[in-house]
Antibody, heavy 123, light 110 residues
Framework: QVQLVQSGAEVKKPGASVKVSCKAS????????INWVRRATGQGLEWMGW????????GYAQKFQGRVSMTSNTAISTAYMELNSLTSEDTAVYYC????????????????WGQGTLVTVSS | QSVLTQPPSASGTPGQRVTISCSGS????????ANWYQQLPGTAPKLLIY???QRPSGVPDRFSGSKSGTSASLAISGLQSEDEADYYC???????????FGGGTKLTVL
């Protein structure tokens, strides 16, 4: 079955960086974009951006421009999200999610989602 | 402050019908499709409705979606205890050139 499996929980100090991985299985990794979404405690879902595994093209939410990098290794069907200059406000569960519609952001939806990776930023 | 506005909470008793609204604008729901996601406690979000009113395979027909102008709605009929979850609407916003989510609605089954 189609599955996205993410790396384990991380604890980071303010100012540090974190890199979360998302390993895909059950489908052709290069045929679908990967999105990253986070949810801080007590908050709602927040979209961070998307990445095309074939071209390496990316699109980031304005809030994260200059601080986030989304990449992939097609040989091992794994996507990565790296977030720099962490603050306590970045403490959240980070999810990867597969795009269902390539070539149309307006029609796209996310299915499935990874299980989530808790990133805690604390001094 | 979310671009898409949802009520923070909703509730109903088993068997009832509940509706959750999602208010947007001409740059998102008014011109682009809306999707709904269900997040059960301690789990990852799951696609519930796409293209305003389409159900993915495996989603019960108790769940339905609709659109009116710049708003979308999710209806749950025959409410069950396992429907207790957070529900999020989402769309693409042309002005922000990004995907936007509603703030989420916590559904309680009394």
């Amino acid at each position: 079955q189609v599955q996205l499996v993410q790396s384990g929980a991380e604890v980071k100090k303010p100012g540090a960086s974190v890199k979360v991985s998302c390993k895909a299985s059950g489908y052709t990794f290069t045929s679908h974009d990967i999105n990253w979404v986070r949810r801080a405690t007590g908050q709602g879902l927040e979209w961070m951006g998307w990445m095309n595994p074939i071209s390496g093209n990316t699109g980031y939410a304005q809030k994260f421009q200059g601080r986030v990098s989304m990449t992939s290794n097609t040989a091992i069907s794994t996507a990565y999200m790296e977030l720099n200059s962490l603050t306590s406000e970045d403490t959240a569960v980070y999810y990867c999610a597969r795009s269902m519609v390539r070539g149309s952001r307006t029609l796209d939806r996310f299915d499935p989602w990874g299980q989530g990776t808790l990133v805690t930023v604390s001094s | 402050q979310s671009v898409l506005t949802q009520p923070p909470s909703a509730s109903g008793t088993p068997g009832q019908r509940v509706t959750i609204s999602c208010s947007g604008s001409s740059s998102n729901i008014g011109s682009n499709t809306a999707n709904w996601y269900q997040q059960l406690p301690g789990t990852a979000p799951k696609l519930l409705i796409y293209n305003y009113d389409q159900r993915p395979s495996g989603v019960p027909d108790r769940f339905s979606g609709s659109k009116s102008g710049t708003s979308a709605s999710l209806a749950i009929s025959g409410l069950q205890s396992e429907d207790e979850a957070d529900y999020y609407c989402a769309s693409w916003d042309d002005s922000l050139n990004g995907r936007v989510f509603g703030g989420g609605t916590k559904l309680t089954v009394l």
